[in-house]
């Protein structure tokens, strides 16, 4: 029988809003209808052991993450996004989708992105409270994967759900099996304090089409350069 997995978290946050960054420069039509802004990312990783005798760890440098790409809008309602990874000696597609904004509180989202997890990843790896932190299985690590999902959001509250299939690319926690994913989530701001309060949780679904019989919960060094994972 092949394997059915689940997953249940519950999310408790508070972080403190920080000033804008700096905007990326904006390319538009004459009457401004399209627009286009590059955006990238980089992230280095780098680690130092002062006494390796007795460890797996050893001293190391990497580039986490080598990022180019686009956003796009056009008009009120759409937008999307497409973004390459070049880190790792190969070529990734991470991010491509097309997003519909209705305008009265509903969102939807066609092609590559994140699946609807916890706040760690729907923060952007950009954003991430902790360097590294485990999964107990591939199957729930929170990867991008091609789907269609509905957002619904109404002053401080939301609701996300969608079914996803497989990742565009050559990933090893991938198969032709499918995900059902849902969030929920309230916060509160206080725009004087620039602080903000977020409760939150989610479920997740994968039926897999092909055996899986990694299951285990492993922790990570300080550092990815450092220590195997």
């Known amino acids: 029988m092949l394997p059915r997995f689940y997953s249940i978290a519950l999310a408790f946050l508070w972080t403190h809003v920080a000033a804008d960054a700096m905007a990326a420069p904006t390319f538009k039509t004459h009457d401004g209808y399209f627009q286009v802004t590059p955006i990238g990312r980089l992230q280095l990783d780098a680690g130092y052991v002062i006494d390796d005798s007795n460890t797996t760890a ?18 009120d309602h759409w937008s999307g996004r497409f973004v390459l990874s ?33 706040m760690e990843n729907s923060s952007g790896n950009s954003n991430t409270l902790l360097m590294e932190y485990a ?50 989530y ?25 055996p899986f019989d990694r299951l285990r919960w492993r922790g990570r060094g300080e550092s990815r350069v450092i220590e195997n994972r």
């Open 58 to 75: 050893n001293t190391n440098a990497d580039i986490r993450r080598l990022w180019t790409g686009v956003d796009a809008k056009a008009g």
């Open 135 to 184: 999964t107990a299985n591939q199957v729930f690590a929170g990867i991008r994967r091609v789907g269609l999902g509905a957002e619904y959001y109404a002053n401080q509250n939301g609701f996300q759900a969608g079914i996803f299939t497989r990742n565009l690319n050559n990933n090893p926690a991938d198969d032709d099996g499918y995900t059902l994913a849902s969030r929920a």
């Open 86 to 118: 070049w880190e790792n000696k190969q070529t990734d597609i991470q991010d491509f989708y097309a997003r519909y904004n209705t305008g009265s509180n509903w969102r939807f989202a066609l092609g590559q992105y994140r699946e609807y997890t916890d």
């Open 186 to 210: 309230r916060f509160w701001h206080n725009p004087d304090e620039q602080q903000r309060l977020h409760l939150g949780i989610f479920a997740r679904y994968r039926n897999q089409k092909e």
